[in-house]
């Protein structure tokens, strides 16, 4: 059987064993191993970025949150001490209002040359009568305490949004 040709399979036609290189097979296995854990490592890699951008962008809108927060908080604040600033002067008026109409009542009592009977001098003219409109007065005093209310309850909800975003920032 030394009468054969060599060819690339010399050996599978020889019926001998192929050489075998053991420290090669280690080496090349080692390598493949390495090759795969490389591979297993950029796949990880790519996930945790995409993860991390993700985060990033999540982050990122929750700090404009934050923000548009902040601003529509210090708004409603005005808002709400415009509210209180305008009820207070209506409740002034309509107290105002209350006090001339109170007094009107007492014009029926009242005759020129009499005695007054709240003060006790003479009345020389008559007051005029107020032309205040209670009811007016009552229902814009009730308007402004509701806004005020609702810019409260507005602020309220809106600060703990922004004390909840600011923890989880």
């Given at each position: 059987?030394?009468?054969?040709?060599?060819?690339?399979?010399?050996?599978?036609?020889?019926?001998m064993?192929?050489?075998?290189?053991?420290?090669?097979?280690?080496?090349?296995?080692?390598?493949?191993?390495?090759?795969?854990?490389?591979?297993q490592?950029?796949?990880?890699?790519?996930t945790?970025?995409?993860?991390?951008?993700?985060?990033?962008?999540?982050?990122?809108?929750?700090?404009?949150?934050?923000?548009?927060?902040?601003?529509e908080?210090?708004?409603?604040?005005?808002?709400?001490?415009?509210?209180?600033?305008?009820?207070?002067?209506?409740?002034?008026?309509?107290?105002?209002?209350?006090?001339?109409?109170?007094?009107?009542?007492?014009?029926?009592?009242?005759?020129v040359?009499?005695?007054?009977?709240?003060?006790?001098?003479?009345?020389?003219?008559?007051?005029?009568?107020?032309?205040a409109d209670?009811?007016?007065?009552?229902?814009?005093?009730?308007?402004?305490?509701?806004?005020?209310?609702e810019?409260?309850?507005?602020f309220?909800?809106?600060?703990?949004?922004?004390?909840?975003?600011?923890?989880?920032?």
């Amino acid at each position: 059987p030394h009468d054969m040709a060599i060819t690339p399979n010399w050996s599978i036609l020889n019926d001998m064993p192929l050489y075998w290189d053991e420290d090669a097979f280690q080496t090349a296995r080692e390598g493949a191993q390495r090759a795969e854990k490389h591979r297993q490592e950029r796949t990880l890699l790519a996930t945790e970025r995409v993860s991390l951008r993700a985060a990033q962008d999540r982050f990122t809108a929750e700090e404009r949150a934050q923000e548009q927060g902040k601003a529509e908080l210090e708004r409603v604040q005005r808002e709400g001490t415009r509210a209180k600033t305008d009820l207070e002067a209506a409740q002034r008026t309509l107290e105002a209002a209350r006090l001339d109409a109170g007094l009107a009542s007492y014009r029926a009592h009242l005759h020129v040359g009499d005695d007054c009977p709240l003060c006790g001098q003479v009345v020389r003219t008559l007051p005029d009568t107020p032309a205040a409109d209670l009811s007016a007065l009552e229902a814009q005093v009730t308007a402004l305490n509701a806004t005020l209310d609702e810019r409260r309850t507005r602020f309220t909800d809106l600060r703990a949004a922004q004390k909840s975003r600011q923890a989880w920032l």
